[in-house]
């Protein structure tokens, strides 16, 4: 039986769902475009109305 530490990962921010599934969506997307020197993203629906991050 796992642990409750092995099922789910704590995540940056008070809203994990907010910011890690965000974070990797965008990892992945640069580790497939490395030459890219920029990048512009619209957000849509509970993550536009989240605010601006750093």
Known sequence: MKSLKELFRIGKGPSSSHTMGPQKAA???LDKNK???SF???L???LAATGKGI
């Open 40 to 42: 512009e993203v619209t």
């Open 27 to 29: 990892q992945l997307f």
């Open 35 to 37: 030459t890219a020197q």
């Open 44 to 46: 849509y629906g509970s």
